[in-house]
């Protein structure tokens, strides 16, 4: 069966950094569609960052530029770095494990629990 | 961008129906997911692709979709069933697009 741990999530000055982990287990990393969702406390779930299988990603505006979504194969994790954080990065995190249908639809079936980023000084 | 439009709220006896809505342009034209959040959990998946129902859902929840509106309808509830509840779906512009999230309350 599909699980997904993250970790990583603390709290963090404005402008500090942050690395995120998501441990997977019952499936590849390396041959998978998965995300980064963050859920707002009051304010629902955006997403993130997605990688896909072939390795290509995505980022949401809000984050372009200071977020980077990477894998590592042989530990079987997924990562989020997180730079230049701000207020409004506050939420908790969720990796998620996804079907993608190119140019029909995405979603996805598997999530974390989360890890609480909290930005303040 | 595109939007999804869910009410903040909706509240229901046990063992009635609650049916939790998403709004979007045309909605009918697209694929909507909804998802089961509860405090300190995973988020679930409970309805994909408007009426596919993953392994291990209840067949009290059931989705449709058509026109302008996306449904999400839970039937026989029970208080194991309080959550937010949450529309999604890809927009070929905006990606992955979720709605505001609908609180389910139990009386």
């Known amino acids: 069966e599909e699980q997904l741990v993250e970790s990583g999530g603390g709290l963090v000055q404005p402008g500090g950094s942050l690395r995120l982990s998501c441990a997977a287990s019952?499936?590849?990393?390396?041959?998978?569609?998965m995300a980064w969702i963050r859920q707002v406390p009051g304010k629902g779930l955006h997403w993130v960052s997605i990688?896909?299988?072939?390795?290509?990603?995505w980022y949401a505006d809000s984050v372009k530029g200071r977020f980077t979504i990477s894998r590592d194969n042989s530990e079987n994790t997924l990562f989020l770095q997180m730079n230049s954080l701000r207020p409004e990065d506050t939420a908790v995190y969720h990796c998620?494990?996804?079907?993608?249908?190119?140019?029909?639809?995405?979603?996805?079936?598997?999530w974390g629990q989360g890890t609480l980023v909290t930005v303040s000084s | 961008s595109y939007d999804l439009t869910q009410a903040l709220s909706v509240s229901v006896a046990p063992g009635q129906t609650a049916t939790i809505t998403c709004g979007g342009h045309n909605i009918g034209s697209k694929n909507v997911h909804w998802y089961q959040l509860k405090p300190g959990q995973a988020p679930l998946l409970v309805i994909y692709r408007d009426t596919n129902r993953p392994s291990g859902i209840p067949e009290r929840f059931s989705g449709s979709n058509s026109g302008n509106t996306a449904t999400l309808t839970v039937t026989r509830v029970q208080a194991g069933d309080e959550a937010d509840y949450y529309c999604q779906l890809w927009d070929t512009d905006s990606g992955v697009v979720f709605g505001g999230g609908t609180k389910l309350t139990v009386l």
């Open positions: 990688i896909h299988k072939t390795a290509d990603t």
């Open positions: 019952g499936f590849r990393v390396s041959s998978s569609f």
């Open positions: 998620a494990l996804g079907i993608t249908m190119p140019r029909v639809t995405e979603y996805f079936h598997h």
